[in-house]
């Protein structure tokens, strides 16, 4: 097979690689394909507006307005190019975000091993894979050991087969398939090492996926529920313009002033802006969390983190450093203690203050060769410990204790392995010896293995476990998980066949207790997490006792708290649910029952994130509503999960929710901005058609404020960095939309004072100032900039401060602000624009009318501030 790749056991050389790299092409399913800019193009001129607008240029040039028609034109060029402007940046940073997610794989070149991008694989490359690692090519073994596969997704069984390496003779169908390892599928044990025979669409899963039509972006929940707003909001301004309209003929009114007030209406109120804004948001936070090492799967994540109030968390390696060390030992019921004089090499196993000595070590050394050969972890040559840390641990006590596992594993054969459970809790392996039938070694919880033993070893003989031994044996193991560690018991046995069930008639050994210390920034993540209002469970298979005292020493319970023990593998009955909505710390928990305490919690309405690395945390990270990897996790987890924490730090999922909440924050800053200015208009226009007073703006203002108004403040609000209490509140309700009751409410009054300054600034000028009516017209349009701007500063968080807030620090905003001042003062001043929409330029008096008319909106926001507060006060 080699040959026929045309590679070496060595693997292949880089050059080589690079050269196979340009010549096959990828290693990818289906190249995802990027919104092409022509197709960005076409979609903005698809939209309600552009049509509107467009009948708005024929009406005009067929009443020979041409004018007024190129202004329109210009108009709409505008929008199209700050929509395909939005669009097309929002795209490309999808794209830029979609490649940092990408799937590595380990490889053999020229002997080396490499970390390469999964898609650069090519076919001759040699591949390493462990347990946890997904295969991302067809694959030819040539190397295996304890090989086990999930080939779930290709063939929907869902037992993990056994697979290794195959004599070329047995080429039957089914020694083919168990001789090769298929892209998609992923390694649940042992290790392996093989050739890639097929990548991208020529693998097995290439040719199902053929079949498949193309995966589209899909909306987030917020975009489309923004974009149901927007229609929503179309139906609503159809309405009012009929409604003007109608106003209009009766009253009779020039035809072309009516259909373009109608038109103008409609271009105030669509938003059109808002789901094109939220994306951009909602891909800047992506960025913005990657930076920070958290690294979101989908932009949806960003938005659901926001609401994320309850956080389940496993013990090993997320609140504890998954460092373990053998600590203690309990042999024929004494403590023997593992000392370090010095440095680990010389350390020593103390009983009673002295060096163990006699049969008692003879005794240890039996335990520990259990620990040993049970076990499938290995000790490189420069003494660092592969595999799972708990079998390390126990390997590198057996080397303190003189035991060479080498040697032992040469003396004694092992011809089976029964794989830890973690329903059972166990594990044992098969070893040929020379008495009599096969030695059986065993580890495992000690509940599980003390409930299968016969038998005991004393220092004097074998003893019978009659219920009295038994219950001391869980005393001792009760004193040692209340200290904190982690205990396993080991045991022995003999069989007479390699297929006998490997848990009956054993013999107890002694009991090995584990020190794992908490990670150091864990209590401060938990107070955090306290003051955020977000739950932190703990979901371990560990036993209470242990799960206790971790928790207790990261601050995430009190002493004296009891935990939920669900013990065996069963389904949850009610009153057990009930405790596990409740608890704090829930232990014995088996896989299948993670999922139900994750399914308990989201009846509940919690919203979700699970932290999980294994591969049997896979099912409960996709059904989580955040499933959160560690960066060292499994790639399996990682690609179950939404979220990967690239520096294995929790604190990193706080700053991630944090940002989320802010960015939501962002999103419902802009829409309450855009929708109240859009109301304004409204609100000042359609009063103003309906009652017969001269339009406060005219058709092509409303259309020149709307490009003003809409876009730069807006945008400039999206980029708020959130108030600084952002972690400090309770998470929003899980079925909270982007805006509530009360933020219709708002719109509606902020709209409502804005429009009514404007027709107030119109009949001042009109009456009391006596102005022209083009002039008049012009402080009322002034008045509606001018109200809109100041209006941004009324977007403040409900309760940040009037002067340094989150609105006020943002420089962008300030930059919007002046941008459009500036521009404001063109339409008045700058003569081309000033005729095209019809405006006059302001003397003193015109200039103190809009001076105190804008300022309004600040001064009601601020009252409307203070009622709210008094009300929810006196709540
Ligand atoms: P944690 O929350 O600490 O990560 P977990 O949920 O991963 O724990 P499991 O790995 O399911 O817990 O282990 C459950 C119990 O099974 C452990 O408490 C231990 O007693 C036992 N156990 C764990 N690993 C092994 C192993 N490799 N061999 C034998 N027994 C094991």
């Not at 240029?57 to 190019?81: K, M, N, P, Q, Y």
Request: aromatic share 2%; glycine share 8%.
């Amino acid at each position: 097979m080699l040959a026929r790749c045309e590679t070496t056991r060595a693997g292949l050389d880089v050059a080589e690689a690079r050269e196979r790299h340009l010549r096959q092409g990828a290693n990818r399913l289906r190249a995802h394909k990027p919104r092409s800019l022509l197709a960005i193009l076409v979609a903005q001129l698809q939209s309600v507006l552009v049509v509107l607008l467009a009948l708005a240029v024929v009406a005009s040039f067929a009443l020979g307005r041409v004018l007024e028609g190129v202004a329109v034109g210009l108009v709409i060029v505008v929008d199209t190019v700050i929509g395909f402007a939005m669009e097309a940046r929002a795209t490309r940073s999808m794209e830029a975000l979609r490649q940092l997610g990408q799937v590595m794989a380990t490889v053999r070149r020229k002997g080396d091993h490499l970390r390469v991008p999964a898609s650069e694989l090519v076919v001759g490359d040699l591949v390493v894979l462990e347990a946890g690692d997904i295969v991302s090519a067809d694959l030819r073994i040539v190397e295996a050991s304890k090989l086990q596969v999930d080939e779930s997704l290709l063939t929907g069984e869902s037992l993990p087969v056994d697979k290794g390496v195959r004599e070329n003779h047995a080429e039957t169908l089914l020694a083919e398939r168990s001789a090769m390892l298929f892209s998609g599928t992923s390694v649940t044990r042992g290790a392996a090492e093989g050739v890639v025979v097929a990548i991208g669409m020529q693998t097995e899963l290439g040719q199902i996926s053929r079949l498949v039509a193309e995966v589209k972006d899909e909306a987030t929940p917020l975009e489309r529920r923004l974009e149901e707003l927007g229609r929503k909001l179309s139906w609503l301004t159809l309405a009012v313009a009929l409604a003007v309209a109608l106003v209009g003929v009766v009253s009779g009114r020039p035809p072309l002033l009516i259909l373009e007030t109608s038109i103008a209406l409609a271009v105030a109120t669509v938003p059109e802006g808002l789901p094109i804004v939220a994306t951009l948001a909602l891909a800047r936070g992506m960025a913005r969390m990657a930076r920070r090492n958290a690294l979101c799967a989908r932009l949806a994540v960003v938005e659901t983190l926001g609401a994320t109030s309850v956080i389940l968390t496993d013990k090993t390696g997320t609140l504890t450093q998954n460092r373990l060390a053998v600590e203690e030992l309990v042999i024929d019921h004494q403590r023997i203690v593992v000392e370090c004089l010095g440095g680990e090499s010389t350390a020593q196993f103390f009983h009673d203050g002295r060096a163990l000595r006699g049969q008692l070590q003879e005794l240890l050394g039996r335990a520990l060769r259990a620990g040993v050969l049970c076990n499938d972890a290995h000790v490189t040559p420069a003494g660092e410990g592969v595999g799972e840390p708990l079998e390390v641990a126990l390997l590198m006590a057996g080397g303190k204790a003189g035991l060479d596992a080498e040697a032992l594993k040469e003396r004694l054969p092992e011809i089976r392995e029964e794989a830890f459970d973690p329903e059972t809790r166990m594990m044992a392996t098969f070893h040929e010896q020379e008495d009599a039938g096969l030695l059986v070694q065993v580890k495992g919880a000690p509940e599980a293995v003390i409930a299968a033993c016969r038998r005991a070893v004393t220092r004097r003989a074998t003893v019978v476990l009659d219920e009295k031994r038994r219950g001391q044996w869980l005393d001792h193991n009760r004193q040692l998980a209340s200290r904190g560690l982690r205990v396993l018991a080991l045991a022995e046995g003999v069989v007479a066949d390699r297929d006998d069930a490997p848990y009956r008639d054993l013999t107890l050994l002694g009991l090995v207790a584990m020190a794992d210390p908490p990670r150091s920034e864990v209590r401060q993540v938990i107070d955090d997490c306290r003051a955020a209002g977000v739950r932190v469970v703990m979901v371990t298979g560990d036993q209470a006792q242990t799960a206790l005292r971790v928790a207790e020493s990261v601050g995430l319970v009190e002493s004296g708290t009891e935990a939920c023990v669900l013990g065996v593998d069963h389904e949850l009955s009610r009153q057990e649910q009930q405790e596990v909505a409740q608890a704090s710390v829930i232990a014995r928990t088996s896989p299948r029952q993670k999922l139900e305490v994750l399914a308990t919690h989201q009846r509940r309405g919690a919203v979700v994130a699970m932290l999980g690395d294994g591969v049997n945390d896979a099912p409960a990270l996709r059904r989580a509503n955040i499933g959160v990897a560690m960066g060292r996790g499994t790639q399996v987890a990682k690609e179950a999960s939404d979220l990967v924490l690239n520096d294995d730090r929790l604190s990193t999922v706080v700053v991630a929710i944090g940002e989320g909440r802010v960015i939501f924050e962002n999103i419902r800053k802009f829409a309450l901005y855009l929708l109240s200015c859009n109301a304004s208009e409204l609100g000042a226009v359609g009063v103003a058609a309906l009652i017969g007073l001269p339009l406060p703006v005219l058709p092509l203002q409303i259309l020149f404020l709307n490009l003003v108004t809409d876009v730069f403040p807006a945008l400039a609000l999206g980029a708020c960095e959130g108030q600084s209490r952002a972690l400090k509140l309770a998470p929003r309700p899980s079925d909270e939309g982007v805006l509530e009751r009360r933020h219709w409410l708002a719109i509606g009054g902020h709209g409502a004072v804005i429009a009514a300054t404007v027709l107030g600034a119109l009949l001042v000028a009109t009456y009391v100032l006596e102005l022209p009516a083009e002039s008049a017209v012009s402080v009322s349009f002034a008045t509606l900039g001018f109200a809109q701007l100041t209006h941004v500063f009324n977007m403040r968080g409900e309760d940040s401060p009037a002067i340094s807030n989150e609105v006020t620090r943002n420089l962008w905003v300030w930059g919007a602000v002046l941008l459009c001042s500036v521009l404001l003062l063109l339409a008045l001043y700058a003569p081309p624009l000033a005729a095209v929409l019809g405006t006059r330029a302001l003397d003193a008096r015109g200039w103190s009318v809009v001076g105190a008319a804008s300022a309004t909106p600040l001064l009601f926001g601020g009252l409307l501030r203070l009622l709210v507060r008094r009300r929810t006060g006196a709540a």
